[in-house]
């Protein structure tokens, strides 16, 4: 039977790997799988072709969750950011939120408590559903992709996990909760700032970004279990595919390393990209010039009450690929270009981003097998 069955929660742990006591409903789309993975290691012996017995390890366990990037669902960002900063509220009224990475502090840990009905799926027992928390999840990478046969941005966490504690019984119902909430759709590029029409790149067909926290679990001669966890330097990339027509928007750019009005490869003097923006917004931009005050990018973002906006900051740009006229269409590709950084702001009508009983996704009801 189909995943009809099993729902998942999380919440944000006050301290690594015990647990938490808030948990709150995922974004919409949401799949979550886990691995649970035992090092052992096989005793040999001279004399024998059969092994004498296996020592046991570390637990390794691993997790990837992907969902829809939702405006009103941007908690789990705050697994990822260390920062959540308040602007206050837009001139449309919603409230504004930037996230960014510190390097003063790391990422939170979170536990994720999955919930499955096995007695669906079984004719003769009973008392075998089960509910499972992972503890002690960190968050490795996030990607955000966005393509061009579809509107929604994706985005893939994946991490590992500490500890897995698991409780069987009878459940009448999963922890699934109706979706409420504004899907963030479409995604337009502007290389430098998005004010200036003319860095808009209409031609993209594919984007994506993605963040590396170089987190790894920490392990001692007492347990099996992690106790501990670091985070090291945060890799960030950007990688798109534009349909090929204007040598100013990439080729002239792998010249330089990013600067633009290039016509050759430079020795000395080479600089990333300074600024790009990814931009999404539920304003409609004017197509036709009925609304002269939604004429532009800028002034449909300006005039929207759910909006996102992907700051990066300085994009090196080291390699492109010519691709050689097969009858397919040209397009300049560009695959994990580093960046110095990456800050994303959204506009939104939810008032609390916390993982409190205030939360409207909060999990008033969670299920518990009999």
């Known amino acids: 039977m189909s995943s009809i069955r099993q729902s998942i929660i999380y919440g944000k ?32 012996s001279t004399g024998s072709k059969y092994w004498d017995a296996y020592a046991y390890g570390t637990l390794n366990g691993t997790w990837e969750w992907t969902f829809m990037l939702d405006y009103n669902y941007l908690e789990p960002l705050t697994l990822v950011f260390e920062s959540v900063k ?9 409230n504004s939120y930037t996230f960014s990475k510190l ?57 590992f996990y500490a500890d897995e504690y698991m409780v069987t019984g009878s459940l009448e119902a999963t922890d699934y909760s109706d979706y409420e909430g504004n899907l963030v759709e479409y995604a337009c590029l502007f290389i430098g700032a998005y004010t200036d029409e003319d860095n808009y790149v209409a031609n993209t067909e594919s984007l994506s970004i993605s963040i590396d926290n170089s987190a790894e679990a920490v392990f001692n001669t007492c347990t099996p279990f992690s106790k501990e966890y ?13 349909y090929s027509n204007d040598p100013r928007h990439y080729k002239e750019r792998v010249y330089s390393g990013g600067k633009t009005q290039v016509l050759q490869p430079l020795s000395k003097g080479m600089a990333p990209v300074d600024l790009m923006h990814i931009l ?44 050689n006229g097969d009858g397919s269409k040209l397009q300049d590709s560009i695959s994990s270009a580093d960046c110095q950084q990456i800050t994303m702001t959204f506009a939104t009508t939810q008032s609390t981003l916390d993982f409190s009983t205030s939360n409207p996704h909060y999990v008033r009801d969670m299920v518990t097998p009999a």
């Open 13 to 44: 742990e006050s301290a690594y790997g015990k647990g938490a006591s808030v948990f709150l409903h995922p974004p919409p789309g949401s799949f979550f799988t886990s691995t649970h993975s035992r090092q052992a290691t096989r005793i040999q």
């Open 86 to 94: 308040s602007n206050g509220t837009t001139a449309m009224g919603s």
């Open 103 to 159: 390097n003063s502090s790391r990422i939170p840990s979170f536990c994720v408590r999955r919930a499955i009905i096995n007695t669906m799926a079984n004719s003769y027992d009973t008392d075998v559903d089960e509910v499972v928390e992972l503890r002690g999840c960190v968050c490795k990478t996030i990607t955000f992709a966005r393509s061009a046969g579809s509107s929604q941005v994706q985005v893939t966490m994946s991490g």
């Open 230 to 242: 670091h985070e090291g330097i945060t890799n960030y990339t950007f990688s798109t595919t534009a």
């Open 280 to 323: 999404s917004y539920n304003a409609e931009l004017d197509r036709f010039g009925n609304d002269t005050s939604r004429d532009t990018h800028a002034e449909a973002y300006k005039a929207s009450t759910l909006s996102m906006d992907i700051e990066i900051t300085k994009c090196v740009i080291r390699s492109l690929q010519w691709q």
